[in-house]
T-cell receptor
């Protein structure tokens, strides 16, 4: 089955810096890769996603890149702000409703 | 408002006492799923359902049951809870189509003593 690895587990940056979180997946059949943000005590919320026929997608300060050959995808956050502090999860979906999540990255943005 | 509603939000129970966590969505979504979240392990899928009366095991189904008698409801049943089922549980739903993100409920924090 699918296995998703996520790094780093914690990431501390200064406000205004960029942050990059990386994930690798094992199942070449995976075709959909969402990213979720979970603030303390809250539910995970979808922030951006990418499908396997696209290499990059941007939404304001957030971007996701996908390298299907290498089976890895990354989340890029530019001009980080304190409100970006949260746990971020990547996930991979083979299309059979088995959305497999990474173990999460705790991002701390210091003012 | 489009949402996934879980109840209860918090539950403390004793080992062996059957319990049900309810989940309901108002978006007419076909797909529903249950996840548990544990520190350092991320979100792990317990069961999922592709439509009414169609359910399948996720990665950690042992000790859990589900049913999907109606499209909007997907309850999680613990017939004989044990302390290792102490966790944060999330129900989620999404519609058909290529990919598409899950919408999560607010979560149920379960403690089994």
């Amino acid at each position: 089955g699918e296995n998703v690895e996520q790094h780093p587990s914690t990431l501390s940056v200064q406000e205004g810096d960029s942050a990059v979180i990386k994930c690798t997946y094992s199942d070449s059949a995976s075709n959909y890769f969402p990213w979720y943000k979970q603030e303390l005590g809250k539910r995970p919320q979808l922030i951006i996603d990418i499908r396997s026929n696209v290499g990059e997608k941007k939404d304001q300060r957030i971007a996701v890149t996908l390298n299907k050959t290498a089976k890895h995808f990354s989340l890029h956050i530019t001009e980080t702000q304190p409100e970006d502090s949260a746990v971020y999860f990547c996930a991979a979906d083979t299309g059979f409703q088995k959305l497999v999540f990474g173990t999460g990255t705790r991002l701390l943005v210091s003012p | 408002e489009a949402q996934v509603t879980q109840n209860p939000r918090y539950l403390i129970t004793v080992t062996g006492k059957k319990l049900t966590v309810t989940c309901s969505q108002n978006m007419n979504h076909e797909y529903m799923s249950w996840y548990r979240q544990d520190p350092g392990l991320g979100l792990r899928q317990i069961y999922y359902s592709m439509n009414v009366e169609v359910t399948d095991k996720g990665d950690v189904p042992e000790g859990y049951k589900v049913s999907r008698k109606e499209k909007r409801n997907f309850p999680l049943i613990l017939e004989s809870p044990s302390p290792n089922q102490t966790s944060l549980y999330f129900c989620a739903s999404r519609g058909q189509g290529l990919g598409g993100g899950y919408t999560f409920g607010s979560g149920t924090r379960l403690t089994v003593v």
